[in-house]
RNA sequence: CGGGGUAUAGCUCAGUCUGGUAGAGCGUUGCGUUUGGGACGCAAAAGUCGGGGGUUCGAAUCCCUCUGCCCCGACCA
């Protein structure tokens, strides 16, 4: 490509409030323009990155014996009604109408159309197992869209639905999916780690997620340094402490403590670390409200939470009124001890272990110390509340949970027969009998992908691509040809020897001065950089740099050839 | 949904407190000089100051209202 026939448009000025690297470089390098909030033209050196993510995972999904296929974008009303999904699906899903009053929404993801495709397609067992593919744009209407194309409200991403009359064939295609998505993540250069994930309320057997490291992740993962254990943070397990609870050597007393509140507060007031503090939430059980005591260092793993018997599904903090006419005492001032007998008691764990602990006092501005559970506070049960920290054990018995932060490029899910079963889609067995089938959905975000690279891949230049994502592998920059027709003829030569040997070339004949062509290719990351000028004419040599290397070095044309292969 | 901020030239922003003919940098256009790390000079084009209403002799500036956008929060007591 010609840089003097392309569009480059590459900025100083970034808005001040772009915040991430990502975000800036995109924007400065001109990969893409916000149209509105949280919606991108991709430019088209944004599109050629973007081009190329799905070039790898179009190729490595057919590799994986996935088949291509496209559906609307738009997709009726009724479908969603069929599933449940038209109320249920929030405030995400981008509800429209047509002249007729039709109703409409934007897709946020085809599980419906493609088991509708499925019901009408797929007749008898012998076409099964079959695994459908689409790249497709997709609308969620986040509520706080950020970061550009980071999390944005239209994006593009690449979903796969597979149909089985087995669990075990689902099994195989989800192994297959990973085996996949694997291949994908490392081509592309990405440092990735596939962690176990919660399968959320459609509940299935397994489900993993793809996370690209990046300090500015939005998602926390835990994972092992003794095994290959990785899981979200959500999902991974606090073990069960060793040892016995400590024996109380501490009496009960009821303590003073105005304007006392959070956990800092008392550690501050009582002069003990957070660790012996009692942290006590009230949550709406099915039954009124249900305490759920943890360490004051813990948090709350609301996933771990919302799976209690005791809950609906979801942890729902009590309101401050709700708790005031529970328990007599504002949020702040609630503990274990002499909690009314109706509210169930689950405690963490490790907040189980506690003795002589200091917690909440169930009156305002008291608190309790030297408390102890059974002999001052009733436990109804223990349980996993907390989420993981840097130092637990693994779950799997081998090595230390480190946490670390990631972006979530690609989830894979055993989705099981909830769609088949909701839209009524059924193959005939060998016995003759309709059978429903069992269905895995795996999608991986295209457009994220592209800025999860840079989050990852940057430096104070720019942007610094992988060669698989990079939107031409080499840059041919020439210097002052109107000065001298050689400088210009011997950079067209090289462009085109470049070219005919199929390695994606760029060549920087827009007449700029070198510093600004210089920090352009730098700015959207060109791996390798080819500069043409009199002074190598003149040695007889090309003047090769890396996008990371610290300087030049001169290099012959053969040896550019073999470096490029 | 709650709180805060913001909207001025193509872009990034000053100017608003204290009302008096609209500013800078970058970019763009023309001419000239330059040409190995974002050159310089001269000239030029370019803004219904987000929309509507009000106060005033006079509003980018003060008041009301609507809209867009951004940030923080939506539970960790």
């Known amino acids: 490509m010609r840089l003097s026939q392309f569009h480059l448009a590459t900025v100083k000025e970034v808005p001040a409030d772009a915040e991430i690297a990502s975000h800036r470089l995109m924007l400065r390098a001109g990969m893409i323009r916000r149209l509105a909030s949280g919606l991108y033209t991709w430019s088209p050196l944004g599109l050629r990155v973007m081009r190329k993510v799905e070039g790898i995972v179009r190729e490595e999904m057919d590799r994986a014996g996935a088949i291509e296929l496209l ?43 493609i088991t509708d495709f499925a019901r009408n397609e797929l007749k008898s067992y012998k076409q ?107 999902k991974a397990e606090a073990l069960v402490p060793v040892g016995e609870r400590e024996t109380p050597t501490e009496t009960l007393a009821r303590v003073d403590t105005p304007r006392v509140r959070t956990v800092e507060d008392v550690t501050r007031y009582f002069n003990v670390a ?45 309101s401050e009124e709700e708790i005031l006419a529970a328990i007599g005492a504002r949020p702040g001032f609630i503990g274990p001890v002499g909690l009314p007998q109706n509210i169930p008691v689950i ?9 002589d602990f200091i917690c909440g006092g169930n009156t305002n501005d008291v608190h309790c110390s030297g408390a102890n559970w059974l002999r001052d506070a009733r436990i ?12 637990d054990l693994s779950p799997d ?44 959905c795996y999608g991986i975000g295209v457009s994220r992908i592209v800025a999860a690279a840079i989050e990852q891949r940057h430096d104070d230049a720019g942007i610094v691509w992988p060669e698989a994502m990079a939107p031409w592998r080499v840059v041919v920059c020439v210097i002052n ?57 003149a040695a007889g040599t090309l003047e090769y740099r890396g996008r990371q290397d ?13 470096l490029l292969g």
């Open 274 to 318: 957070a660790h012996r503090v009692i942290k006590t939430l009230l949550v709406r059980g099915h039954d009124g409200l249900v305490a759920l005591c943890l360490r004051g260092d813990h948090e709350l793993n609301e996933v771990k939470a919302g799976k209690l018997a005791e809950l609906s599904g979801e942890s729902v903090l009590a």
């Open 397 to 440: 018995g081998k090595g230390v949970l480190h946490i670390a932060r990631g972006i979530e490029v690609g989830h894979v899910f055993q989705l099981g027969q909830k769609y088949a079963e909701a839209l009524g889609a059924t193959v005939i067995d060998d016995q003759g009998k309709p059978q429903l089938m069992t269905m895995g």
């Open 550 to 562: 610290a300087d030049s070095r001169a290099i012959t044309e053969q040896d550019l050839f073999a």
């Open 347 to 355: 405690v963490d764990r490790d907040a189980a272990q506690l003795a």
């Open 71 to 113: 559906m609307p974008s738009i997709q009726p009303r009724e479908l969603w009604e069929e599933t449940g999904r038209w109320q249920k699906f929030g405030g995400q899903l981008l509800k429209i109408k047509d002249r007729k009053q039709q109703e409409f929404c934007y897709g946020p993801t085809h599980e419906e159309v």
């Open 128 to 234: 099964l197992p079959i695994n459908f593919y689409q790249i497709q744009t997709k609308f969620r209407d986040e509520i706080r869209p950020r970061f550009g194309v980071m999390r944005a409200r239209e994006f593009l991403m690449k979903d796969a639905y597979s149909f089985h009359l087995t669990q075990e064939s689902l099994a195989e295609t989800y192994a297959a999916m990973y085996q996949a998505y694997t291949r994908i993540f490392t081509r592309l250069g990405l440092t990735f780690r596939a962690v176990q994930a919660d399968t959320g309320a459609i509940g299935g057997n397994a489900s993993h997620e793809f996370q690209v490291l990046a300090d500015s992740g939005e998602d926390a993962i835990a994972f092992s340094d003794g095994s290959d254990y990785a899981a979200n943070l959500e």
């Open 380 to 391: 109804s049960r223990i349980a996993d509340l907390r989420n993981v920290v840097e130092g």
């Open 481 to 537: 040809p109107k000065k001298d027709p050689a400088v210009a003829e011997a950079a067209e030569a090289l462009y085109q020897s470049l070219s005919q040997r199929g390695i994606e070339t760029a060549l920087d004949d827009r007449g700029l001065r070198p510093g600004g062509m210089f920090a352009d290719m730098e700015l959207i990351g060109i791996p390798h950089r080819i500069v043409v000028s009199e002074r190598g004419l």
